[in-house]
């Protein structure tokens, strides 16, 4: 029997204030939340029993599964204090229940992936790894550790990020998949803060323990920023990154209860949630519309997220803006790029007004 962890302990803070109220890994993402799209990649792969590895709001990961009808059992690990991805690991690992020296899959719960997880099981199996990454190749490292190895896929060392282009002994950087013999889990420390990239790895490298690198081209993105996520979404609509989840590859992805009006322009594999408005001459590109979300008349959004039940003015323009649940947006406001309103949020008509290019701003409370 194949096991899996999730780990989806995180608060989400880049994404505030989506994450004010759901935990990251539950956002809508092409229509289902974005551990749902994990979850049936994991059934995809054989997996049939996954523990979720959980902190805050750890409730909601329930009331989201309390359902879930496929094929796959699912436990709880929460975590009173934080412990670290390490700690957060070998708590999540007292639920497994697999042998010594089965293989265990380990997901971050906000990277999107096209890696064949089936493969990486098979090729952790023939090697007889004690651990395998999925490593991913970038052109500009120096905002990750570095994750060299040898001609054989042994890895070599883990770098701190590199601070010099000398430094950039390798394009190859971690891609928060892994598998684990079930035995190296038990012995990462319990109850305490663990890091796993820090302590947990280097020390298994510097034990000689058999870990290996499988590097692959295959898509894969961090979800951790607005811009990231809505292009994730947009990636999934458009099937430039498979899953189960999503049927066929479309410019777009309407939920039948939404309303387009024909005039309308939505385009970029943009998502309209449940019984969404979109009025007369709007443009939404390649963004993420939430439930209940009314734009009126002419307004334009691009690459931004509006949560549910907010409204966006005739004539506004948001450009990577972030609208929190049950705000307002007034007629012909103009965001700046990259600005976040808080849930709630009310701005009156010709509130905003932008000329030229906007620098980042922060959260609107």
């Known amino acids: 029997m194949h096991e899996a962890i999730i780990l989806v302990g995180g608060k989400g803070t880049r994404l505030r204030p989506l994450t004010n109220h759901t935990p990251k890994p539950l956002l809508n993402v092409a229509g289902s939340s974005f551990i749902r799209h994990q979850m049936a990649k994991l059934v995809d792969a054989g997996v049939e029993h996954v523990v979720f590895a959980t902190s805050y709001l750890a409730g909601l990961f329930e009331e989201e599964f309390k359902d879930f009808s496929q094929d796959l059992e699912i436990s709880y690990a929460v975590e009173d204090v934080p412990l670290g991805t390490g700690g957060a690991i070998r708590n999540a690992a007292r ?30 199996q023939a090697r007889d790894a004690d651990v395998t990454l ?19 896929g042994r890895v070599l060392s883990f770098l701190e990020k590199p601070k010099t282009a000398e430094e950039c002994v390798t394009d190859q950087i971690n891609a928060g998949c892994y598998v684990f013999r079930r035995s190296v889990l038990d012995s990462i420390p319990a109850g305490r803060e663990v890091s796993v990239e820090q302590e947990t790895f280097p020390q298994l490298v510097a034990r000689d323990h058999r870990v290996f690198g499988h590097t692959t081209d295959d898509y894969w993105r961090d979800l951790g920023t607005p811009l990231a996520f809505v292009h994730g979404s947009a990636d999934l609509v458009t099937g430039k990154v498979l899953s189960p989840l999503v049927e066929r590859p479309a410019d777009i992805l309407v939920d039948p209860t939404a309303t ?9 594999g943009s998502t309209i949630g449940p019984r969404a408005v979109i009025g007369p001459h709007v443009v939404v590109d390649r963004s993420i519309i939430g439930a209940g979300v009314t734009v009126a008349e002419g307004a334009q959004i ?8 907010s409204s966006i003015g005739s004539a506004s323009v948001l450009r990577e803006a972030v609208v929190g649940c049950h705000a307002h947006v007034g007629a012909e406001n103009e965001l700046p790029a990259q600005l976040r309103l808080s849930c709630g949020v009310r701005i009156p008509a010709q509130g905003v007004r932008v000329s030229g290019t906007a620098a980042a701003c922060p959260t609107v409370h």
């Open 95 to 124: 639920l497994l229940r697999g042998p010594a020296d089965a293989p265990v899959l380990i997901l971050n719960g906000d990277i999107l992936s096209g890696l064949d997880l089936r493969d990486v099981l098979q090729r952790h």
């Open 302 to 309: 691009h690459d931004s997220v509006v949560d549910h039940d």
């Open 134 to 152: 999925h490593l991913t190749r970038v052109s500009d490292p120096r905002a990750f550790g570095l994750v060299p190895t040898d001609e054989t």
């Open 260 to 268: 387009i009006d024909p005039t309308a322009r939505v385009t970029g």
